[in-house]
C-alpha cells in the first residue's frame, strides 16, 4: 500500500463471515462519532460488507463534521452523515430512531486541564444516547485503560479482572462503562462493552509511533516496555460482528491482538529494515496495560492480518514518508495522564 486510496480499501474489506453476519442484522446501523480515526472505515467496511450481501440497509454517520471534505466522502460511498452536536439535547432528539448503533464518541486527548469536559463526553452523553436509544442494541467503545498496569508474565488482563483505573481519563471511561450498565439494565437494552487496546492505521498507533522514531533517531522509551497491538480493519470488523453479541446485563469484551510485543523488540525490527541502530531510554518495567483479548478470538477467530504484516506495511509507509494523523497514542503513559 502506498497511497491513502489504497490503505482506505484495505481497511474497508469485510471478510465472508461479516458479509454473512450484516445480512442477517435486523434494522439499519447507525455510527455515532463516524468521525474520529477509526469511524470512516468502520462506516465503510459496514456499508461495503452490506453491498456484497445484496442487503439494503442505512448506514448513518453522525459526527460535528468539522472536516466537510470527510463528510463528502462518506456520502459519496452512499452512507448518509448527519452533523450534529450530541451534547445538545434537541439535535440528539432529532435523529432517527435506529435498531443497531456502534458507540464511538469519546475524549481522551486534552483531558489535563479539561476534566470537566472529559466526563462530560464520556459519562454525561453516554445517559442521554442511552435514554434516547433504549430501544436499539448498542456497541459501546472502551478501552484497555479501565484495568491497572498487570504483571507482564500474566499475559494481560482478561474481562475477569478488576478494573482499577488510572487517571481521570480512565476513570470516566469506566464511568461510561457503568452508566451505560445501568440504562442497559433498567431499559433491557443489549449492549456490549467493547474494551479495545492499540488499533493500528499506517497513519497513527504504536507501530507507527516505534518505525518514525526509530527512522528519525528519537529516543524510544521503554518504560511501558509491552503493548497489544491489533489492525483497525480487524478491530471494526469484530464491532459490527459483535452487535449479535450483545446482552443485557452487558457483555465485556477484550479486544486486540494476540500478542504481548515488546517494545524493544519492534525498534529493532524496524532498525533493520531502515539500516538505523535504535535509540532507547529507560528500561522495561515488570508491570504494563495488557490486555488479554482471547475471549474475542474464540468468538470471532483469530485477526485476519498479522503482527509481521502490520509491521511490514507500517515500514514500507513511513520509508516512502505516507500521510500520518501526528496524533500519538501515548501508549507509554504509565500515570494515566493524558
Same mark, same amino acid.
Given at each position: 500500500?502506498?497511497?491513502?486510496?489504497?490503505?482506505?480499501?484495505?481497511?474497508?474489506?469485510?471478510?465472508?463471515?461479516?458479509?454473512?453476519?450484516?445480512?442477517?442484522?435486523?434494522?439499519?446501523?447507525?455510527?455515532?462519532?463516524?468521525?474520529?480515526?477509526?469511524?470512516?472505515?468502520?462506516?465503510?467496511?459496514? /456499508?461495503?460488507?452490506?453491498?456484497?450481501?445484496?442487503?439494503?440497509?442505512?448506514?448513518?454517520?453522525?459526527?460535528?463534521?468539522?472536516? /466537510?471534505?470527510?463528510?463528502?466522502?462518506?456520502?459519496?460511498?452512499?452512507?448518509?452523515? !448527519?452533523?450534529?452536536?450530541?451534547?445538545?439535547?434537541?439535535?440528539?432528539?432529532?435523529?432517527?430512531?435506529?435498531?443497531?448503533?456502534?458507540?464511538?464518541?469519546?475524549?481522551?486527548?486534552?483531558?489535563?486541564?479539561?476534566?470537566?469536559?472529559?466526563?462530560?463526553?464520556?459519562?454525561?452523553?453516554?445517559?442521554?444516547?442511552?435514554?434516547?436509544?433504549?430501544?436499539?442494541? !448498542?456497541?459501546?467503545?472502551?478501552?484497555?485503560?479501565?484495568?491497572?498496569?498487570?504483571?507482564?508474565?500474566?499475559?494481560?488482563?482478561?474481562?475477569?479482572?478488576?478494573?482499577?483505573?488510572?487517571?481521570?481519563?480512565?476513570?470516566?471511561?469506566?464511568?461510561?462503562?457503568? !452508566?451505560?450498565?445501568?440504562?442497559?439494565?433498567?431499559?433491557?437494552?443489549?449492549?456490549?462493552? $467493547?474494551?479495545?487496546?492499540?488499533?493500528?492505521?499506517?497513519?497513527?498507533?504504536?507501530?507507527?509511533?516505534?518505525?518514525?522514531?526509530?527512522?528519525?533517531?528519537?529516543?524510544?522509551?521503554?518504560?511501558?516496555?509491552?503493548?497489544?497491538?491489533?489492525?483497525?480493519?480487524?478491530?471494526?470488523?469484530?464491532?459490527?460482528?459483535?452487535? /449479535?453479541?450483545?446482552?443485557?446485563?452487558?457483555?465485556?469484551?477484550?479486544?486486540?491482538?494476540?500478542?504481548?510485543?515488546?517494545?524493544?523488540?519492534?525498534?529493532?525490527?524496524?532498525?533493520?529494515? $531502515?539500516?538505523?541502530?535504535?535509540?532507547?531510554?529507560?528500561?522495561?518495567?515488570?508491570?504494563?496495560?495488557?490486555?488479554?483479548?482471547?475471549?474475542?478470538?474464540? !468468538?470471532?477467530?483469530?485477526?485476519?492480518?498479522?503482527?509481521?504484516?502490520?509491521?511490514?506495511?507500517?515500514?514500507?509507509?513511513?520509508?516512502?514518508?505516507?500521510?500520518?494523523?501526528? /496524533?500519538?497514542?501515548? $501508549?507509554?503513559?504509565?500515570?494515566?495522564?493524558?
Amino acid at each position: 500500500m502506498r497511497t491513502v486510496d489504497e490503505l482506505e480499501e484495505k481497511l474497508a474489506e469485510p471478510s465472508p463471515s461479516l458479509v454473512t453476519d450484516l445480512s442477517r442484522l435486523e434494522g439499519d446501523l447507525m455510527i455515532l462519532g463516524v468521525g474520529g480515526k477509526m469511524g470512516p472505515s468502520l462506516a465503510k467496511l459496514a /456499508k461495503n460488507a452490506l453491498d456484497q450481501a445484496g442487503v439494503h440497509k442505512r448506514v448513518i454517520g453522525v459526527s460535528r463534521f468539522s472536516n /466537510k471534505d470527510l463528510q463528502h466522502q462518506l456520502e459519496a460511498r452512499g452512507i448518509e452523515t !448527519i452533523s450534529a452536536d450530541l451534547l445538545d439535547e434537541a439535535q440528539l432528539r432529532n435523529l432517527p430512531e435506529v435498531k443497531n448503533i456502534i458507540y464511538m464518541i469519546g475524549q481522551k486527548f486534552g483531558t489535563s486541564g479539561r476534566e470537566y469536559f472529559t466526563w462530560a463526553m464520556n459519562t454525561y452523553l453516554p445517559a442521554r444516547v442511552a435514554e434516547r436509544f433504549r430501544n436499539s442494541r !448498542i456497541v459501546a467503545f472502551s478501552t484497555g485503560n479501565v484495568y491497572p498496569l498487570t504483571p507482564v508474565v500474566t499475559g494481560g488482563a482478561s474481562e475477569e479482572q478488576p478494573v482499577e483505573p488510572v487517571g481521570e481519563y480512565a476513570q470516566s471511561c469506566l464511568g461510561r462503562e457503568r !452508566i451505560l450498565e445501568y440504562f442497559s439494565r433498567k431499559y433491557e437494552i443489549p449492549l456490549l462493552q $467493547f474494551r479495545l487496546n492499540y488499533a493500528i492505521d499506517l497513519r497513527y498507533g504504536v507501530l507507527c509511533e516505534i518505525a518514525r522514531a526509530v527512522r528519525e533517531q528519537k529516543p524510544i522509551d521503554l518504560r511501558m516496555g509491552q503493548a497489544n497491538v491489533i489492525w483497525q480493519g480487524d478491530a471494526n470488523e469484530m464491532a459490527l460482528r459483535g452487535l /449479535k453479541f450483545c446482552a443485557t446485563p452487558p457483555r465485556i469484551l477484550n479486544v486486540t491482538g494476540p500478542e504481548t510485543v515488546s517494545i524493544r523488540w519492534l525498534a529493532q525490527r524496524f532498525g533493520e529494515f $531502515f539500516g538505523i541502530e535504535p535509540v532507547f531510554i529507560h528500561e522495561e518495567q515488570t508491570t504494563a496495560l495488557l490486555n488479554n483479548a482471547s475471549q474475542a478470538h474464540q !468468538i470471532f477467530g483469530y485477526p485476519k492480518v498479522s503482527l509481521r504484516r502490520m509491521m511490514e506495511w507500517t515500514a514500507a509507509w513511513v520509508e516512502s514518508d505516507g500521510d500520518t494523523f501526528d /496524533k500519538p497514542t501515548h $501508549f507509554q503513559e504509565r500515570a494515566g495522564r493524558f
